[in-house]
């Protein structure tokens, strides 16, 4: 059976079966090697706009269950996998991955030599694409006609669709030691828990915050999250990153906070050819040597080269993290002053990653801030 098709923008169609909701969906198609994990993964607002290949060739094994989404809904905008489960099994498990899909009207693909299609995009790049399902599959042309027609990733304005409506507060848990301001740019529920944890009370503010709401919860320190689309079109993201810094207002960030920080000391961000999608990726902290097996999912990095210093508006700083595969930055840190920001994610359940020592820093930062 084959009633659904993933065509490239290149005019490569790969033919397989719906899976999840049918239609049609457009998007940026890119491939995470993480093997466990799924739900976090389409839950991640980051991925906003991207048809998610999982190169794991069993996917849906564990079904879905009510604890481990990152928000409130799936973000990906297509889903191809090669081999869905046919009977998942879970002891947490509510309902089958394909049935909430179906349910949140994500349009996905099974079936498709995902081997091959990944090779594609390593050696091609990632590129627009579209998945198609449940009506004419036969005119090749049309279809990649639309996809063409389709959004680019680089220059796309993303963080304004997924940042929340109006502000709320995560409690600390047991005694309240920091207040910290988080900029929603497409935050994971994982990060407020794991500041919470710390006894951080943390208020997580909308992307169209001014920089007087963020004075207004009386921050210890401002936290920037991960989000979606090119870091080169959050001007006012910057600008608040800007002033924060000019107040010496002890500063985290985490993936897109991590571009946004790099952008607002004055350095520039490129899109790589096909990113880093994964929970095993090596990460390498310049300071130490020490090498962290991390979860990450960007296509953009900051430009530079690993261990390079440099003087900002701000003081002196650092590309301070990076992957040894490539030699992707990812990290920077101000050396004169508390701020820092690292490319990779904390998970819940997702992988070896231990993201805790960022988060003790962030919190050791707040103290000596004080
Ligand atoms: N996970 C993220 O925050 C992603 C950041 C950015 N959208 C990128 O692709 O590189």
């Not at 084959?2 to 065509?7: E, I, P, Q, Y």
């Not at 004055?266 to 962290?292: E, L, S, W």
């Amino acid at each position: 059976m084959t009633n659904a098709a993933l065509v490239l923008e290149d005019g490569r169609v790969f033919r397989g079966e719906a899976y999840g909701a049918t239609g049609v969906s457009l998007g940026e198609v890119v491939f995470s090697t993480a093997m466990t994990g799924y739900q976090e993964t389409l839950t991640d607002p980051s991925y906003h706009r991207q048809i998610v290949v999982q190169t794991a060739p069993q996917i849906g094994n564990t079904g879905w269950n009510d604890e481990d989404d990152e928000s409130s809904r799936i973000w990906v905008a297509g889903y191809v996998v090669r081999d869905p489960a046919r009977t998942p099994s879970n002891w947490r498990s509510k309902r089958g991955l394909d049935e909430e899909l179906a349910k949140q009207g994500v349009v996905g693909i099974a079936g498709i030599d995902t081997r091959t299609l990944t090779r594609h995009i390593r050696e091609q790049g990632a590129m627009r694409a579209g998945v198609f399902s449940g009506g004419d599959l036969t005119d090749d042309a049309s279809m990649v006609e639309q996809v063409k027609t389709s959004a680019q990733m680089l220059g796309a304005n993303l963080a304004v669709d997924v940042t929340t409506d109006k502000p709320y507060v995560v409690e600390a848990i047991g005694e309240k030691k920091f207040t910290v301001a988080a900029l929603d740019l497409g935050i994971k529920s994982n990060t407020p828990r794991m500041m919470a944890a710390r006894g951080i009370e943390v208020h997580v503010l909308p992307l169209t915050s001014t920089f007087e709401d963020i004075l207004a919860v009386s921050p210890d320190g401002l936290f920037l999250s991960n989000g979606p689309g090119d870091p080169a079109t959050q001007d006012h993201a910057i600008a608040l990153t800007k002033e924060a810094l000019g107040r010496k207002l002890p500063l985290f960030g985490i993936c897109f906070g991590n571009q946004i920080l790099g952008r607002a000391l004055g350095r520039g961000t490129y899109k790589m050819r096909y990113g880093h999608r994964g929970i095993n990726i090596p990460v390498i902290d310049v300071a130490t040597g020490k090498v962290a097996i991390t979860s990450q999912n960007h296509g953009f990095a900051l430009e530079g080269t690993p261990g390079e210093e440099f003087s900002s508006e701000f003081g002196r700083a650092v590309l301070s993290h990076y992957c040894p595969n490539d030699g992707t930055v990812e990290g920077v840190r101000l050396l004169d002053a508390p701020a820092f920001s690292v490319q990779y994610h904390p998970e819940a359940a997702a992988g070896p990653h231990d993201a805790a020592p960022l988060f003790d820093e962030f919190v050791t930062l707040m103290n000596e801030a004080r």
